[in-house]
């Protein structure tokens, strides 16, 4: 069935509601976790083309993603991370594809009309873009 799933999180309580989900589909499938936060801030934005170095938010990101792999891979998974940078997105499709993954599985926020247009439509366009399942979860 999935043999390897791509985990979107974004560094909020939201990631709560999709790794509970994905870990038990892991667990019942055999599925190895790829989990992927994509920086969005002007420095990752801007990180290869003006040679800049890390922002704080960008290491925090990093250690994010190494603490939840510890506790996946404390509990039996097989894990590995990614950090993106620029537009999420753009990054997720991308990571998506060179990766391999037969499974995307992210958090939704719910938003509406307004909300769409200030915070984005992230989920809407990976749905749109990418040929594998995607599996939303409204975050709780």
Do not use: C
């Not at 999180?9 to 989900?21: F, K």
């Not at 603490?67 to 991370?81: C, K, M, N, S, Y």
Request: hydrophobic share 45%; no cysteine; proline share 2%.
């Amino acid at each position: 069935m999935y043999r390897r799933i791509l985990v979107a999180v974004e560094n909020s309580p939201a990631d709560r509601t999709i790794l509970t989900h994905v870990s038990d589909l892991a667990r019942l499938t055999g599925a190895e976790l790829l989990l992927v936060h994509v920086a969005d801030g002007w420095a990752a934005r801007n990180f290869d083309q003006l040679q800049l170095r890390e922002s704080e938010e960008m290491k925090s990101d990093r250690t994010y993603l190494e603490h939840l792999q510890a506790d996946l891979v404390g509990r039996g998974f097989i894990v590995e991370t990614r950090l993106a940078m620029g537009d999420p997105a753009s990054e997720l499709v991308r990571v998506s594809q060179e990766q391999g993954v037969d499974l995307i599985a992210m958090s939704t926020h719910g938003h509406r009309l307004l909300g769409d247009i200030l915070h984005g439509a992230t989920a809407d366009r990976v749905r749109h873009l990418v040929k594998v399942p995607v599996l939303l979860l409204r975050a709780q």
